[in-house]
């Protein structure tokens, strides 16, 4: 908004009234716009970038959960296999021991029947052998079921972590390709936008260069146009000047004109009025003539009537007095209009003294009447010319404040734009960041996982030797066993209850006997 010394420097009501509504309408469009942009970056921040922060971390979140559970799975299958292998080994004590018991029992009964129980006996013990021999190939063939199953699964295991290597080392190449081509991209977009702000900067320049050279050939033109019009006017003045000098002078040669033919009708008047007098006193005289023979008839007709009358009457109101006086007033009013017609003084000379008394007063009007409209003119022109100049003021401060505007949308963008990308910049940077940590934590959790498994292999390959020793010695070790159970947080109680519910009052005694012997042994070791 323009201050108050800005537009007092105008001097021009309607000029500060433009201004003041271009700017009001650009402060309108302002707000609008910055309405707009706080409710855009409301929403972008509010909804889109909580989704994307959860999508982002949710894809990396799934993977380390995915090797986690997995790790569990491993335990646990582990676990089973302890379990199933403990079983088995309190299973085959158990049976061991309930084959022991038996073979007592058979010992002591053979005494007694020892001809038929030894047949019976070679019999058992031929199925007991074969069973056992049965129950031994189905042990090596579950085992090696299980053996395969596991060397499949180590497979699987390891083709899934070659995959899953090749995968990472694959992701970490079109990363690392990734991170090359963004550098790229931003290189050329940096080389694009410095490019775009050359050619910016450029055009800026060139329509700087090209709007001076448009102002000064439009201050050319408008100076040519000034003294163009300066000339026409002083032409159009010289003119006017010559038309009312001729003006004049035709009217003065006019007047003169009927000046002249005023006299020439003057003298021509005068000649018809000598000839008037001349004519008219030739009449006098013979009317004077006629009339004084008139008078003179009339006299004595007047006599003879007088004398008649006074013949007839004798006292008469008219006396001769009367007559003579009569008679003299005639005369005198005969001269005076004859004197009248003589000094101009007459109805004819009186009629044209007017009417050269209205053509004056005419004349005097219309040179009037020539000078309000030559006034009126040269006002309806300066009035023009300032309407023009007006307007041309309103036309360059419209321009001024639409370059102005220009100029200023133009920093706003690049503003908003150079805004953008730094936050596009920094959400890259922590997206990136976030990555990083994502994968840092797969690359720990994978390499916990790998250790595990070693461990997991390694304490398989003690348990299964440990395993095969048992077998081979026919002994059982309760320590052992409890601590297998105990690392591998197995209830040994429930294993015990499934070897019991298999051989329930034979193995039951074994198995405490055992227990018995080993707690006694334990203790004697002590000591």
């Not at 180590?154 to 690392?176: G, S, V, Y």
Request: aromatic share 2%; charged share 45%.
């Amino acid at each position: 908004m323009p201050t108050k010394e800005e537009l007092r420097g105008l001097d021009d009501k309607d000029l500060e009234k433009i201004v003041i509504e271009h700017h009001k309408k650009r402060i309108g469009k302002l707000i609008k716009q910055i309405k707009r942009e706080r409710e855009n970056v409301i929403n972008n921040s509010s909804r889109p970038q909580a989704e994307t922060r959860r999508e982002i971390e949710e894809k990396p979140r799934n993977a380390v959960d995915m090797d986690k559970l997995l790790i569990e799975k491993m335990k646990k299958r582990q676990q089973r296999e302890v379990e199933q292998m403990l079983a088995t080994l309190l299973a085959v004590d158990a049976m061991q021991r309930d084959a022991e018991y038996r073979a007592q029992m058979e010992e002591e009964r053979r005494q007694q029947i020892e001809a038929e129980r030894r047949r019976k006996a070679e019999e058992q013990h031929k199925r007991h052998l074969q069973r056992i021999q049965e129950m031994e190939m189905e042990e090596k063939r579950k085992l090696a079921e299980e053996a395969e199953f596991r060397r499949q699964q180590f497979e699987k295991e390891k083709q899934a972590l070659q995959r899953q290597k090749e995968l990472h080392e694959k992701k970490l190449k079109e990363m690392a390709l990734a991170e090359k081509k963004r550098q790229e991209r931003a290189e050329q977009n940096r080389q694009y936008i410095q490019q775009i702000e050359e050619e910016r900067q450029r055009k800026i320049e060139e329509q700087q260069r090209k709007i001076e050279k448009s102002e000064l050939k439009r201050l050319e033109t408008l100076r040519k146009e000034q003294e163009r019009l300066q000339k026409e006017h002083e032409a159009q003045l010289l003119k006017r000047t010559q038309q009312i000098e001729a003006a004049k002078q035709n009217e003065i040669r006019l007047l003169e004109q009927k000046r002249k033919e005023a006299e020439e009708r003057e003298k021509k008047r005068d000649e018809q009025h000598k000839e008037y007098l001349k004519r008219k006193e030739k009449e006098n005289q013979a009317y004077k003539l006629m009339l004084e023979q008139k008078i003179r008839r009339n006299a004595e007709t007047r006599i003879k009537i007088a004398e008649e009358e006074t013949r007839r009457k004798v006292a008469s109101a008219t006396t001769d007095e009367e007559i003579n006086q009569r008679i003299k007033q005639m005369l005198e009013y005969r001269e005076k209009r004859a004197e009248d017609a003589r000094l101009g003084r007459s109805d004819a000379a009186i009629a044209s003294q007017k009417k050269q008394e209205r053509i004056k007063k005419q004349h005097d009007q219309m040179m009037k009447t020539l000078k309000e409209q030559h006034e009126s003119r040269e006002e309806h022109y300066t009035q023009v010319m300032r309407d023009k100049e007006k307007d041309r003021q309103k036309s360059i401060i419209i321009r001024k404040l639409k370059e102005e505007e220009k100029v200023e949308t133009a920093k706003r963008l690049e503003r908003q734009r150079q805004k953008r990308m730094d936050e596009l910049k920094n959400k890259f940077e922590q997206n990136m960041a976030h990555v990083e940590k994502i994968q840092e934590e797969r690359r720990s959790v994978h390499a916990e996982r790998m250790n595990l498994l070693s461990q997991l292999d390694k304490q398989k390959q003690d348990m299964q030797s440990n395993f095969n020793s048992l077998r081979v010695s026919g002994r059982t070790d309760m320590r052992q066993i409890k601590k297998l159970a105990d690392l591998y947080d197995i209830d040994l109680n429930v294993i015990e209850m499934k070897a019991e519910s298999r051989y329930p009052s034979r193995a039951r005694t074994a198995l405490s006997s055992a227990r018995r012997s080993q707690s006694v042994n334990s203790r004697r070791s002590m000591f």
